[in-house]
């Protein structure tokens, strides 16, 4: 049973925006203790960060061109955290995870959020998202 759940998927035409959300599922998790990153895992490719923010909502991008078009955000009052996607394309077609990491400072997102051998407290089940006309 996974402790986190993304909504806002679907099927999008190239250049649209899209809002993914990523909440706790049940009362167990308060996302207020954690750091959340999202992550893309595209049709045959591994899966990768896209960017994380911290509990005092300082965000780390995986590049820096990565804010071109992503913003991930937090809103400690409805207890979520999103990622827009602006000016979608066929390379943005995936699963979209979001994880919690509990051992972060609350800061700073952990420096090695985007390895793959980092410990993640917790991960959802993913949204799809499909680019195309």
Known sequence: ???????????????????LSCAASGSVVDLDYYAIAWFRQAPGKEREGIACISRGSVVANREDSVKDRFTISRNNADKKVYLEIRGLNSEDTGVYYCAADGSAQHWWCADSWTRRDHTWTFWGHGTQVTVSS
Request: hydrophobic share 30%; glycine share 26%.
């Open 1 to 19: 049973q996974s402790h986190l759940a993304e909504t806002g998927g679907g099927l999008v035409q190239p250049g649209g925006t899209l809002i």
